[in-house]
C-alpha cells in the first residue's frame, strides 16, 4: 500500500470540498478502493499506486481550474472526476487563457475549441456579417452566442438580437399548447440554454426585461433597422430567399450579423424553398462578409454524433449517385 498526501496551498479548501464535505465525498464515491482522509489544507490517499496516480492526476485538475476561476460547482468538479484526461483539458482546464470567449456563472470557460470554430472567431473579429454553416453538433450556434456575449459585455454593442424562424419540423404549431409567445418559446429553447450557459440567471433576466437581450422569430425583424446590435440569424436553412434578404437588410450602424444554418436539415413545406444556398452564392464576393464551413470534425456533441452525420452524409451521396443512373 502506497501513501501520499496531496496540499491545497494555493486553493480554498473550504471551496475544494464543498459545503459539508459534499464535494470531497463525490471524490471518495469515485475511488472507492482508495483511503482518502482530509486534514486542514491536505488531502491523504492510501491504496494501490495506480489508483493512487489517477486520483492525483484529477486532483491536480481540480487545483488548476480553481486557481484560474475560483469557484467549482459541484457538477463540474464530478465531471472533471469521470472525464477523460483529454474531454477534461478541453472542457474545463484552457491551455490558453487569451482565447476564453466567455466566463460562464460557475466558472466554466467558453471558447472556440475546434480549429472551424476558431476559424469563426476570427472571421466575426475581421468582418461585419458572417455565414457559419455546418451540421448539427459543430457548435455553430454556441460560439455565435459566445461572441455576442463577448461583445456585450465589452460594450462593443448594446444589445443582443437572437432570431429563428419558427418553421414546424413535422409538427404542428396550432396543436401545440399557449398563446402566441408559449408556442413559439420552444423553437427559440436552444438560443436560452446557450444563453444560460454564458450569463448568471438575475442578470440575464434583467438583460431581458430591459430588452438588452431579445430573442424572436424571424417574422418579427420586418421593419426594423437594428443598430449597436450584435445579430444573430440561426437555423437560417428554414428561412426563404425573401426573409433572409429582410434579415441582412435590417443590419445598422455599428451592428453585427451571424447566420448560421444547416443545409442538410431544411423544415421548409416542399413548395418553398430554403433561402440560405443563394445567400451564401450571391454574398461570397463581398468584403466584409466572410464564410466559414464547419463539418464533422467539429462535432462537440456526443461521440457518436460525428458518426451518424458520416453515415447520413454517405447515405445522401448514395441517394444522389443513383439518382444520375436512373
Known amino acids: 500500500m502506497t501513501e501520499t498526501i496531496i496540499n491545497l496551498d494555493t486553493v480554498n479548501p473550504i471551496e475544494f470540498f464543498g459545503v459539508n464535505n459534499s464535494k470531497f465525498d463525490i471524490l471518495k464515491k469515485k475511488f472507492p478502493l482508495l483511503k482518502i482522509l482530509s486534514r486542514g489544507t491536505q488531502i491523504k490517499l492510501s491504496g494501490a499506486p495506480e489508483q493512487i496516480d489517477l486520483a492525483k492526476e484529477k486532483i491536480g485538475l481540480i487545483i488548476q481550474y480553481m486557481e484560474r476561476n475560483g469557484h467549482l460547482s459541484e457538477n463540474y468538479f464530478e ?57 448539427a453538433g459543430t457548435g455553430k450556434t454556441y460560439t455565435a452566442v459566445a461572441l455576442a456575449v463577448r461583445a456585450l ?28 409567445k ?18 448568471p440567471a438575475d442578470k440575464l433576466g434583467y438583460y431581458m426585461s430591459t430588452r438588452t ?6 417574422a418579427y425583424m420586418r421593419g426594423r433597422t437594428l443598430d449597436n446590435a450584435f445579430i444573430i440569424l440561426d437555423e437560417s436553412q428554414n428561412a426563404n430567399d425573401l ?30 424553398r430554403s433561402g440560405l444556398e443563394k445567400a451564401v ?10 464564410h466559414i464551413e464547419l463539418d464533422e470534425e467539429d462535432v462537440v456533441r456526443h461521440k457518436l454524433v460525428k458518426s451518424i452525420i458520416k453515415a447520413y452524409d454517405k447515405e445522401r451521396e448514395n441517394e444522389t449517385e443513383n439518382s444520375y443512373h436512373r
Open 79 to 135: 465531471q472533471i472526476l469521470g472525464g477523460d484526461d483529454a474531454e477534461v483539458i478541453d472542457n474545463f482546464v484552457d491551455k490558453n487563457p487569451n482565447e476564453v470567449l466567455v466566463f460562464g456563472p460557475n466558472g466554466k470557460t467558453v471558447r472556440a475549441r475546434t480549429a472551424n470554430q476558431k476559424k469563426m472567431v476570427q472571421a466575426a473579429d475581421k468582418n461585419d456579417i458572417l455565414f457559419a454553416i455546418g451540421p
Open 153 to 180: 459585455k465589452n460594450k462593443v454593442v448594446k444589445k443582443i438580437i437572437l432570431t429563428r424562424p419558427a418553421v414546424e419540423a413535422g409538427e404542428s404549431l396550432g396543436f401545440l399548447p399557449g398563446d402566441l
Open 182 to 199: 408559449e408556442k413559439i418559446d420552444p423553437y427559440l429553447r436552444p438560443l436560452y440554454d446557450a444563453l444560460d450557459d454564458m450569463i
Open 213 to 218: 437581450i431579445e430573442i424572436a422569430p424571424l
Open 243 to 272: 426573409q433572409i434578404k429582410m434579415f441582412l437588410t435590417r443590419i445598422g450602424s455599428n451592428a453585427k450579423a451571424i447566420i448560421t444554418g444547416d443545409p442538410t436539415q431544411v423544415d421548409l413545406p416542399r413548395n418553398q
Open 281 to 290: 452564392r450571391i454574398l461570397k464576393n463581398i468584403e466584409g462578409i466572410a
